[in-house]
């Protein structure tokens, strides 16, 4: 499989119901539950791409450009966006859908650094 082939099918993408328990006194999601949720997407995405144990390094940038209110349906989807040597970088996109209506808009944005590591958790390449 080429490099590109195995980008595309690592793509990851999850769906959740935004509900009450998930969201702040504005009634919008949690940006801590919108983080972690990223990371968990990013961490499958790279999984997914190279098959080895993964830890992840950092958090870049997160734009949080549209709230999510309580009662709609977000969508997660991660990318991988760059290959090294030991490390991957993913991106996280979040798109928040009405549940009752056909609109759909980009909400946050962000890129995760993983790196590969072995059973002494020492880091090893992304590919063989």
């Keep these: 499989m080429t490099l590109e082939e195995k980008i595309t099918y690592s793509q990851t993408s999850i769906f959740k119901?935004?509900?009450?328990?998930?969201?702040?006194?504005?009634?919008?999601?949690?940006?801590?539950?919108?983080?972690?949720?990223?990371?968990?997407?990013?961490?499958?995405?790279g999984t997914r791409f190279c098959r080895k144990r993964l830890v992840t390094v950092s958090s870049d940038r997160i734009d949080f450009t549209k709230p999510i209110p309580a009662g709609?349906?977000?969508?997660?989807?991660?990318?991988?966006?760059?290959v090294g040597r030991t490390s991957l970088k993913i991106g996280v996109e979040i798109f928040v859908e009405q549940m009752y209506e056909e609109q759909r808009e980009l909400a946050i944005r962000g890129t995760f650094t993983f790196v590969a590591i072995d059973q002494h958790k020492q880091p090893i390449p992304v590919l063989d």
């Design 72 to 82: 709609t349906i977000v969508e997660l989807v991660g990318k991988v966006e760059r």
């Design 17 to 45: 119901a935004v509900f009450p328990n998930t969201t702040n006194h504005y009634d919008t999601l949690y940006g801590g539950t919108a983080m972690a949720l990223m990371d968990e997407v990013a961490f499958i995405t």
